[in-house]
T-cell receptor, first 112, second 115 residues
Framework: DAEITQSPRHKITETGRQVTLACHQTWNHNNMFWYRQDLGHGLRLIHYSYGVQDTNKGEVSDGYSVSRSNTEDLPLTLESAASSQTSVYFC???????????FGPGTRLLVL | KNQVEQSPQSLIILEGKNCTLQCNYTVSPFSNLRWYKQDTGRGPVSLTIMTFSENTKSNGRYTATLDADTKQSSLHITASQLSDSASYICVASQIGTGTASKLTFGTGTRLQVTL
């Protein structure tokens, strides 16, 4: 069955370190997204990609970067982790404007 | 500013009872309205998607309604079960410039179903 996976599921890191969160989907979807979820906020878009070599900034992109070298993967990198980036991160994928976004299980990141 | 507001923030009901969750949205240009269910520690899972021309859509015991004129939606859960305990997230979609819609997420209604 097609799926979307994220790794690691839990991560503790220190302020200033570079961190990369992995996202892998086997839906063969062109669209992939990274969101963060914090208490009191709805899911907020960090970065998204419409296909290989395409990346775009979302509403909360500062301090994050992504790259899309193939259809299946969209890794999210925190260049220099900050305590404000402590959050739960979700990856999602979809195909087309009105199609469902399928979400991964999430990565819980703690920055100390 | 695009916004989605949900009420109530949390709700406790007895197993077998019905409940209705509310959503008001301000998104333009509006494309569709989605409801997601998010179990604790998991990613959101889609329940329904409705375009502006659809008034109601069902998925098993879940029935969503949409009034595009008043920009309101509701999610009705019939004969609740313990497994319905989760957060329910309303999401308004606006027409994007690329191949994917731009989504605005509500903060969710936390539903607890008890014995």
């Amino acid at each position: 069955d097609a799926e979307i996976t994220q790794s690691p599921r839990h991560k503790i890191t220190e302020t200033g370190r570079q961190v990369t969160l992995a996202c892998h989907q086997t839906w063969n979807h062109n669209n992939m997204f990274w969101y963060r979820q914090d208490l009191g906020h709805g899911l907020r878009l960090i970065h998204y990609s419409y296909g290989v070599q395409d990346t775009n900034k979302g509403e909360v992109s500062d301090g994050y970067s992504v790259s899309r070298s193939n259809t299946e993967d969209l890794p999210l990198t925190l260049e220099s982790a900050a305590s404000s980036q402590t959050s739960v991160y979700f990856c999602a994928s979809s195909e087309g404007q009105s199609e469902i976004q399928y979400f991964g299980p999430g990565t819980r990141l703690l920055v100390l | 500013k695009n916004q989605v507001e949900q009420s109530p923030q949390s709700l406790i009901i007895l197993e077998g009872k019905n409940c209705t969750l509310q959503c008001n949205y301000t998104v333009s240009p509006f494309s569709n309205l989605r409801w997601y269910k998010q179990d604790t520690g998991r990613g959101p899972v889609s329940l329904t998607i409705m375009t502006f021309s659809e008034n109601t859509k069902s998925n098993g015991r879940y029935t969503a309604t949409l009034d595009a004129d008043t920009k309101q939606s509701s999610l009705h859960i019939t004969a609740s079960q313990l497994s319905d305990s989760a957060s329910y997230i309303c999401v308004a979609s606006q027409i994007g410039t690329g191949t994917a819609s731009k989504l605005t997420f509500g903060t969710g209604t936390r539903l607890q179903v008890t014995l």
